[in-house]
T-cell receptor, first 114, second 113 residues
Framework: KNQVEQSPQSLIILEGKNCTLQ??????????LRWYKQDTGRGPVSLTI?????NTKSNGRYTATLDADTKQSSLHITASQLSDSASYIC?????????????FGTGTRLKVLA | DGGITQSPKYLFRKEGQNVTLSCEQN?????MYWYRQDPGQGLRLIYY???????QKGDIAEGYSVSREKKESFPLTVTSAQKNPTAFYLC????????????FGSGTQLSVL
């Protein structure tokens, strides 16, 4: 069964601290993996995309990693800010001939405190 | 200013009533999607359309209907057959290319009176 699992379910950190969110997936065939940020009551916004051949990719204070062998990805947030408070969703795209599908994780809810 | 516009932001449904959620995009994207988001669950696909005048059922299509008469528009109707419609509904679009990403609207919160 195609599945994407995220941990932790929720996380509270102090402003300025770093944190790492985890995503484990069991999907086939893998096409790519994206991390999205979703503010409360808003639609998700893409932060970064990881393809099979990529190990690390940064977008400002966000750094995503991908280990295709263990089927794990992480999102590291450096020097957190209050505006980082949101849900972070891991989405894996699977692709076969002529069709594709997105598998969504349940998200990690991050709260950054002053 | 390009993007996806969903309306209304909040919607209330009475028992036995059909309601329609609007989704419009000016990104010239071919593919459009409707997702349902419930607390503690990942987004679930209701319907999707890869081209005008064509759409396919997703994983939870029962109780919903859609149309795709124009490239820019993909409205979702929640029918009275959907017995548990309270959720946050998200519309998305994508260019339909390799390594494309989903662009989401700001969502509609549907509640039952």
């Amino acid at each position: 069964k195609n599945q994407v699992e995220q941990s932790p379910q929720s996380l509270i950190i102090l402003e300025g601290k770093n944190c790492t969110l985890q995503c484990n997936y069991t999907v086939s065939p893998f096409s790519n993996l994206r991390w999205y940020k979703q503010d409360t009551g808003r639609g998700p916004v893409s932060l970064t995309i990881m393809t099979f051949s990529e190990n690390t990719k940064s977008n400002g204070r966000y750094t995503a990693t991908l280990d295709a062998d263990t089927k794990q990805s992480s999102l590291h947030i450096t020097a957190s800010q209050l505006s980082d408070s949101a849900s972070y969703i891991c989405v894996v795209r699977i692709s076969t001939t002529g069709t594709y599908k997105y598998i969504f994780g349940t998200g990690t809810r991050l709260k950054v405190l002053a | 200013d390009g993007g996806i516009t969903q309306s209304p932001k909040y919607l209330f449904r009475k028992e036995g009533q059909n309601v329609t959620l609007s989704c419009e995009q000016n990104l010239n994207h071919d593919a459009m999607y409707w997702y349902r988001q419930d607390p503690g669950q990942g987004l679930r696909l209701i319907y999707y359309s890869q081209i005008v005048n064509d759409f396919q059922k997703g994983d939870i299509a029962e109780g919903y209907s859609v149309s795709r008469e124009k490239k820019e528009s993909f409205p979702l109707t929640v029918t009275s057959a959907q017995k548990n419609p309270t959720a946050f509904y998200l519309c998305a679009s994508s260019p339909g290319l390799v390594n494309e990403k989903l662009f989401f609207g700001s969502g509609t919160q549907l509640s039952v009176l």
